[in-house]
């Protein structure tokens, strides 16, 4: 893997540490939404006496054509939302793996309300070195890293092997 390659791992990675707060709060407004389609039914419309030039057999079927609709928009939202849960629990497989010192980080860095935490109340609050505190972001994104990605290390390891024979 090039050093640009790992680069945008880690970033990605990163974004998804940053998002996790969020992924539960966007698995809720799928339900939502997919309850919301489910007792929402248009139904039989009024009859339309238009002007046939000739016989049609174009048999347009309302009511057949808003079930099929709808079942793929719930089909949809219900692959999406398995999405989200699968990627909420990789994460929650990540930080499991965690050390304490980077579960700590974690919660501070990953898990606060505001947006960005600065970096000197990070370091007061952990009592580490500014180094240190690099290194331990490091550690941490490389352990998500192997939990969120696994099959990338795993073709990684076996072009090395491949190429070293």
């Known amino acids: ?39 929402e ?20 079927r309302l009511v057949e054509n808003e079930v099929i ?5 719930i089909n949809y939202l219900e692959y ?7 990627e909420k629990r990789k994460i929650e497989i990540a930080i499991n793996n965690f050390t304490l010192e980077q579960k700590e980080l974690f919660d501070i860095l990953y898990m606060s309300n505001r947006k960005r935490v600065p970096r000197y109340e990070i370091l ?10 690099y290194e331990l972001r490091e550690s941490l994104v490389r352990s998500a890293i192997n939990s969120i990605y696994p099959d990338i290390l795993e073709r990684e390891l076996f072009n090395n092997f491949t190429n070293s024979k």
């Open 41 to 60: 039914y248009i139904g039989c419309g009024a009859i339309g006496y238009e002007e046939r030039t000739g016989p049609t057999y174009n048999i347009s």
């Open 124 to 133: 007061d609050k952990m009592h580490i070195s500014k180094t240190t505190y």
């Open 1 to 39: 893997m090039t050093k640009e390659e790992y680069s945008e791992l880690f970033r990605k990675t990163e974004g998804k540490l940053f998002d996790y707060k969020r992924i539960k709060s966007a698995i809720e407004k799928i339900e939502l939404d997919i309850e919301e389609i489910k007792n």
């Open 69 to 73: 609709k709808k079942e793929q928009r």
């Open 80 to 86: 999406r939302k398995r999405q989200k849960e699968i």
